[in-house]
């Protein structure tokens, strides 16, 4: 399981090593997160699941 919190500081440290702009909207029940044009949905919960985190991660370019 990874925390919420390390997922989100992991990926705006990414979009700063690219020098890219983070952007952040809050919706119901999920965080709409954008990184440059890759845009990617982060779940509202404490700890997000090992899978679902590395999709996310995946997603926004962080791992390939």
Do not use: C
Not at 27 to 49: F, M
């Amino acid at each position: 399981m990874m925390k919420r919190r390390e997922l989100l500081q992991r990926i705006s440290r990414h979009a700063k090593q690219q020098g890219l702009l983070m952007e952040i909207t809050e919706g119901a029940s999920h965080t709409k997160v954008r990184v440059g044009d890759r845009v990617t949905v982060v779940p509202r919960h404490a700890e997000i699941n090992e899978v679902t985190a590395r999709a996310v991660l995946k997603q926004i370019g962080v791992l390939l």
